[in-house]
Each structure stands twice: as structure tokens, then as C-alpha cells.
């Protein structure tokens, strides 16, 4: 089929996810159809250089030679088998490795298959551990979280976020939590400096939790960057505040790495860049390299041990998806991991990350940039209407939506959150090609706002 019925046909029946479809029917949004190295193909031949990583989980490129074969390999075995009841190779492999990587005491790994879903898992295990902990508590039935935090469209995963337009709409269904301010600096209240927010920042996360302590059922926070609330970078030494408090106050802390993890930051997780060690750690988007959905969530052996005793004691953990651990995925995992190693991909990270510091420095003066964001190979830039009242655009104006369409005219791929422009090149990405996405993003702020 050609562009043209095939793009009628999405029309009449494929419902986007967070995407106005009204507007989305009147647009000549390009059809993938293949993929090769960091570029994608459309079906009408033209080719782009896929700047957002595929939205943020592809790691080392499309048709990857060596977890295309992992792959076919274990498809030669067998597609999907269940975890109820049964076990597979790959998922016992993959448990192994991710062991082996992730920070110290994370020796148990809960599946699922999506961001959200890891979240969600490690929500109802924070829950259900304090019930059945030896020592039982008192309720402890509160989570904290963070102001624009994004953890995920799952009714759990929306009640621990902080981003207003998605409580507005399900508010009703969502459960009460406490929220502590997000420590990064840019939109603070008129009158602070920077140094004050965040020293604001840190005395309310301490008051909030030795208020709420004995009812805090676990913190959850994304490390070091929050990424969808606009790649909002935190203060260094934040984290490890988080994790000394929560320590010290007996809370289990949930760090949500699902955009974070595997090499985004510059290290395999964020939290490492802290020496942070959390109780749950939530896993997704790059975990496959990109190439099929998989999540993990990882605890300690503390929280785990509440979960065992007498089948009739009810301690078991009564939650599971029917495609829990599915083999593909994991198999494809397994392989992402390794050419982590084989190909030197962190050090590629911190290479790009290198180089688009140097880039981003060029338009750091434009009068529409208000901010220039990064960690690692995550960048976001927020598009101002005046830089120094930083008064946005009105958001009718969509000019985050137009800069990305005039990025991809130029051939690149890219998705904007809001009026912030995210550049999410894959941490395997070949430095030249960071460069492409930067002149490009650059020349098309340029065709959008002016020089
Ligand atoms: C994307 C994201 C999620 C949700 O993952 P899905 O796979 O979209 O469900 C959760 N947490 C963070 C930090 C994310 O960026």
C-alpha cells in the first residue's frame, strides 16, 4: 500500500496516543516503514535521522545486526511462554544481568511491560511490603513524589505524577499524595535566587518527610532529571538528600529510571552518579535497546523476604501481566546489555554529551531560549516569548509543535514537551550525526522564531 490510502486508513481508525487527532488528521504525518542505523524511512522513500531516540528507548540504532539475531535466534525457540507457573531461559538470563549492573542490594526483578506497569509494580510492593513487614507499622498508605514529576499513565503511575493538565482530567480517579517541590531552579517564585529555591527545596523535602514519616508508604522520584516535565536537570547532591533522609526515616525509595536508564545520563543509571542505592528501582524504555516493549522493577532482598511465608498466608504478590517476561524481549535485552560493552557505548555517551555542550553553546544567547538543559545525552531547550521575564509563548501558538515540524522538513526526527524542544539522541548515536541534529534543531528554531 502507498502513502496516500495508507495515511486515510490511519485516519479512519489509528488513535494516537497524546496526540490531538483532530490536528493530526489535517497533517501529512510521515509513515515509517523501515528503519537503518539512527535513520528512519517513510514510505515515500524519505529518509530522517531519529533525534528522540524513537521517544526515548532506542540505544544503539534500528536493525542492530546483533539483537536482530538474538532475536531470530530465540523466535527459532519459542516466541512467548508464561511466567505463572513456568520459567523461561532468557528472563532468568536477563534477571542475572541486570542483578549484576544495577546498584548495590537490587537482587530481585519483578517483570512487566512498560514503564508505567514498573511503576505501578512498585507502588503496590512499597504498599503491600509495610503490611506484611515483621514489625507492621502503623498505616503506611502515602507516597511522596515530586511537583511535574511524570511516572506514567497507569492510575497509579498518574497519582504519583505531578503534571497539572493529567490531574485535571482524572483527578477524581487518582489517590492523594504529597507532593514536594522539584528542585529544579529555572521557574521559581519571583524574588528567589537559584541557591534559595533549592535551599526552599530541601528544607520542605526534610519537613515534609519527618512530618509524614510514620504514614509514607515510599518516596518516588525520577533521578537527577525529571524528563517529561521538560528535562528539568536537579541540583547535584539532591538525590542523595532524598536517599539519606529517606534512610534514615525508614522510607523505601522508589527511583524511577525508566528514561533515565541505560546510558541516557552518561552512566548506565543515573542514581550511580549519587552513589544512590534505592529500595525499588523502576526500568523501561531503553531496556531492549528499544526494540520491544519490557519492563523491570527491581527491589532489595528486605522488601522481597515480606513477600514470602506459608501460599496461605496471602503474602504473595497478587499482580502480573500475561506477557510478564516474555522471551523475545528478553533476549533482546540481553543483547542491547552486552554491546554495551562490546561497543563502548557509555564512553560514546559521554563523547556526545561532550560535543552538545559545545553545540548548545552556540545558541545559549538566542532571545527565544529561555533555558538550555542537559544531563548527559538529554537536552531540553524551553522556547521563551522574552527571555528575561521568561514569559512563554501563548500556548495556542504551539511553537514548540511548529519547531518541530520545521525540524522535520529538515530531514530529523524530534519531540518537543510543551514550548521545551528535546534533543534525545541514542546513546550509541555516532557523534557527527549529534552534530547533524544540532544544526539541524538550531536552523529550524531559526526558520521558526527568527535568528
Ligand atoms: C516514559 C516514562 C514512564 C512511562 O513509561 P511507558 O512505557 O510510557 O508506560 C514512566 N516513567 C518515566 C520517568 C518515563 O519517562
Given at each position: 500500500?502507498?502513502?496516500?490510502?495508507?495515511?486515510?486508513?490511519?485516519?479512519?481508525?489509528?488513535?494516537?496516543?497524546?496526540?490531538?487527532?483532530?490536528?493530526?488528521?489535517?497533517?501529512?504525518?510521515?509513515?515509517?516503514?523501515?528503519?537503518?542505523?539512527?535513520?528512519?524511512?517513510?514510505?515515500?522513500?524519505?529518509?530522517?535521522?531519529?533525534?528522540?531516540?524513537?521517544?526515548?528507548?532506542?540505544?544503539?540504532?534500528?536493525?542492530?545486526?546483533?539483537?536482530?539475531?538474538?532475536?531470530?535466534?530465540?523466535?527459532?525457540?519459542?516466541?512467548?511462554?508464561?511466567?505463572?507457573?513456568?520459567?523461561?531461559?532468557?528472563?532468568?538470563?536477563?534477571?542475572?544481568?541486570?542483578?549484576?549492573?544495577?546498584?548495590?542490594?537490587?537482587?530481585?526483578?519483578?517483570?512487566?511491560?512498560?514503564?508505567?506497569?514498573?511503576?505501578?509494580?512498585?507502588?503496590?510492593?512499597?504498599?503491600?511490603?509495610?503490611?506484611?513487614?515483621?514489625?507492621?507499622?502503623?498505616?503506611?498508605?502515602?507516597?511522596?513524589?515530586?511537583?511535574?514529576?511524570?511516572?506514567?499513565?497507569?492510575?497509579?503511575?498518574?497519582?504519583?505524577?505531578?503534571?497539572?493538565?493529567?490531574?485535571?482530567?482524572?483527578?477524581?480517579?487518582?489517590?492523594?499524595?504529597?507532593?514536594?517541590?522539584?528542585?529544579?531552579?529555572?521557574?521559581?517564585?519571583?524574588?528567589?535566587?537559584?541557591?534559595?529555591?533549592?535551599?526552599?527545596?530541601?528544607?520542605?523535602?526534610?519537613?515534609?518527610?519527618?512530618?509524614?514519616?510514620?504514614?509514607?508508604?515510599?518516596?518516588?522520584?525520577?533521578?537527577?532529571?525529571?524528563?517529561?516535565?521538560?528535562?528539568?536537570?536537579?541540583?547535584?547532591?539532591?538525590?542523595?538528600?532524598?536517599?539519606?533522609?529517606?534512610?534514615?526515616?525508614?522510607?523505601?525509595?522508589?527511583?524511577?529510571?525508566?528514561?533515565?536508564?541505560?546510558?541516557?545520563?552518561?552512566?548506565?543509571?543515573?542514581?550511580?552518579?549519587?552513589?544512590?542505592?534505592?529500595?525499588?528501582?523502576?526500568?523501561?524504555?531503553?531496556?531492549?535497546?528499544?526494540?520491544l516493549p519490557l519492563a523491570a522493577t527491581l527491589v532489595t532482598d528486605r522488601i522481597y523476604e515480606a513477600f514470602l511465608g506459608e501460599p496461605a498466608e496471602g503474602n504473595t504478590?497478587?499482580?502480573?501481566?500475561?506477557?510478564?517476561?516474555?522471551?523475545?524481549?528478553?533476549?533482546?535485552?540481553?543483547?542491547?546489555?552486552?554491546?554495551?560493552?562490546?561497543?563502548?557505548?557509555?564512553?560514546?555517551?559521554?563523547?556526545?554529551?561532550?560535543?552538545?555542550?559545545?553545540?548548545?553553546?552556540?545558541?545559549?544567547?538566542?532571545?527565544?531560549?529561555?533555558?538550555?538543559?542537559?544531563?548527559?545525552?538529554?537536552?531540553?531547550?524551553?522556547?521563551?516569548?522574552?527571555?528575561?521575564?521568561?514569559?512563554?509563548?501563548?500556548?495556542?501558538?504551539?511553537?514548540?509543535?511548529?519547531?518541530?515540524?520545521?525540524?522535520?522538513?529538515?530531514?530529523?526526527?524530534?519531540?518537543?514537551?510543551?514550548?521545551?524542544?528535546?534533543?534525545?539522541?541514542?546513546?550509541?548515536?555516532?557523534?557527527?550525526?549529534?552534530?547533524?541534529?544540532?544544526?539541524?534543531?538550531?536552523?529550524?528554531?531559526?526558520?521558526?522564531?527568527?535568528?
Amino acid at each position: 500500500m502507498t502513502s496516500t490510502p495508507l495515511r486515510s486508513l490511519d485516519a479512519a481508525h489509528v488513535w494516537h496516543p497524546f496526540t490531538p487527532m483532530r490536528e493530526h488528521a489535517g497533517e501529512a504525518t510521515p509513515i515509517i516503514a523501515a528503519g537503518e542505523g539512527f535513520h528512519l524511512i517513510d514510505t515515500d522513500g524519505r529518509r530522517y535521522l531519529d533525534g528522540s531516540s524513537s521517544l526515548w528507548c532506542n540505544i544503539h540504532g534500528h536493525r542492530v545486526p546483533a539483537i536482530d539475531a538474538a532475536i531470530r535466534r530465540q523466535l527459532d525457540q519459542v516466541a512467548h511462554t508464561t511466567l505463572l507457573g513456568l520459567c523461561n531461559v532468557p528472563s532468568i538470563e536477563l534477571a542475572k544481568a541486570l542483578v549484576e549492573r544495577a546498584p548495590a542490594g537490587l537482587t530481585r526483578v519483578f517483570y512487566s511491560d512498560n514503564g508505567s506497569t514498573a511503576v505501578e509494580a512498585a507502588l503496590k510492593i512499597a504498599y503491600q511490603y509495610h503490611r506484611q513487614r515483621a514489625d507492621r507499622p502503623a498505616k503506611r498508605d502515602l507516597f511522596v513524589c515530586l511537583d511535574g514529576a511524570y511516572h506514567g499513565d497507569t492510575i497509579g503511575s498518574v497519582s504519583v505524577g505531578g503534571i497539572d493538565l493529567f490531574h485535571s482530567v482524572y483527578g477524581s480517579l487518582l489517590f492523594a499524595t504529597i507532593k514536594v517541590p522539584a528542585p529544579a531552579v529555572y521557574r521559581r517564585p519571583a524574588g528567589m535566587s537559584a541557591a534559595d529555591w533549592t535551599a526552599h527545596a530541601l528544607v520542605e523535602l526534610q519537613r515534609t518527610i519527618v512530618e509524614h514519616r510514620g504514614r509514607i508508604a515510599a518516596f518516588v522520584i525520577e533521578p537527577l532529571v525529571q524528563c517529561a516535565a521538560g528535562i528539568l536537570v536537579h541540583p547535584p547532591g539532591y538525590l542523595r538528600r532524598v536517599r539519606e533522609l529517606t534512610a534514615e526515616h525508614d522510607i523505601p525509595l522508589i527511583v524511577d529510571e525508566v528514561a533515565t536508564g541505560f546510558g541516557r545520563t552518561g552512566t548506565l543509571f543515573a542514581c550511580e552518579q549519587e552513589q544512590v542505592a534505592p529500595d525499588l528501582l523502576c526500568l523501561s524504555k531503553g531496556i531492549t535497546g528499544g526494540y520491544l516493549p519490557l519492563a523491570a522493577t527491581l527491589v532489595t532482598d528486605r522488601i522481597y523476604e515480606a513477600f514470602l511465608g506459608e501460599p496461605a498466608e496471602g503474602n504473595t504478590f497478587f499482580h502480573g501481566h500475561t506477557y510478564t517476561g516474555n522471551p523475545l524481549a528478553c533476549a533482546a535485552a540481553l543483547a542491547s546489555l552486552e554491546l554495551f560493552e562490546t561497543n563502548r557505548v557509555l564512553e560514546n555517551a559521554q563523547a556526545i554529551a561532550n560535543r552538545l555542550s559545545e553545540r548548545l553553546a552556540e545558541i545559549a544567547a538566542h532571545r527565544n531560549i529561555g533555558e538550555i538543559r542537559q544531563k548527559g545525552t538529554m537536552v531540553g531547550i524551553e522556547l521563551v516569548a522574552e527571555r528575561r521575564s521568561q514569559a512563554p509563548f501563548p500556548a495556542a501558538e504551539r511553537v514548540g509543535h511548529r519547531v518541530a515540524l520545521a525540524t522535520r522538513e529538515r530531514g530529523v526526527i524530534i519531540r518537543p514537551v510543551g514550548d521545551v524542544i528535546v534533543l534525545m539522541p541514542a546513546p550509541a548515536m555516532p557523534v557527527e550525526l549529534v552534530d547533524e541534529l544540532s544544526s539541524t534543531v538550531f536552523a529550524a528554531i531559526d526558520d521558526v522564531l527568527g535568528g
